[in-house]
């Protein structure tokens, strides 16, 4: 089955999208948000979808990071997309709030997205998951004990305060994701410190 027939399956079983939704797209610039970005500009016409970007720099990787930036802009402005640039001192909003470095990323980027939303009046957030994500998220809660609960996973869908958080990547996996790039020959970055 083709990638865009499996997002569309996704879509379609989760409820993930409707008619002429305002979504902000969290892009890294990664494989992951390089295609979801791709994949729902394609959806943008028919479904008449006010797409805009979100990209985020937790300011830990210097120059590298302000590259990855760049790139998000890059491909947003050939999409024909505008977007919105956040950053924080994540280390510092870490060691400030008494969190992990990974929770205060976590908890950095989830604000500056609820904002763009909020600004573009955008019920939904879409996020780059996929089922690799997913099996891993399993795995690691399994090894910590959760419960049944607990083992659920990802979420191709959660309501968060005002907006819907979506995953509609979740159902494909990183290979057909990489396949996809490869054929489309669409580059992408690649994060060495990526854990958020």
């Keep these: ?5 499996k997002l569309k399956d996704t879509i379609k079983r989760f409820g993930l999208l409707r008619k002429n939704d ?3 797209v969290a892009v890294s610039g990664g494989p992951d948000s390089v295609c979801l970005l791709v994949l729902l500009n394609t959806l943008k016409q028919k479904l008449n979808l006010y797409l805009h970007v979100a990209t985020f720099n937790h300011l830990i990787r210097g120059k590298e990071a302000g590259r990855d930036i760049e790139f998000v802009k890059k491909i947003s402005h050939k999409l024909g997309l505008a977007v919105t640039e956040g950053k924080c001192n994540v280390p ?3 060691k400030t709030n008494k969190l992990s470095l990974e929770e205060a990323g976590r908890l950095a980027r989830f604000n500056f997205l609820k904002k763009v939303a909020a600004d573009n009046k955008a019920g939904k957030i879409a996020f780059g998951h996929n089922l690799d994500d997913q099996i891993e998220t399993f795995l690691m809660r399994l090894f910590r004990g959760a419960g049944l609960r607990g083992l659920s996973g990802i979420a191709p869908k959660r309501k968060e305060e005002h907006f819907e ?3 509609p990547l979740i159902e494909i996996s990183r290979l057909d994701i990489e396949k996809f790039l490869k054929k489309k020959k669409l580059e992408f970055r690649i994060d060495e410190t990526a854990t958020f």
């Design 92 to 94: 510092e909003f870490a």
């Design 1 to 5: 089955m083709q990638l865009e027939q």
């Design 165 to 167: 958080l979506i995953r």
């Design 22 to 24: 305002r979504v902000i």
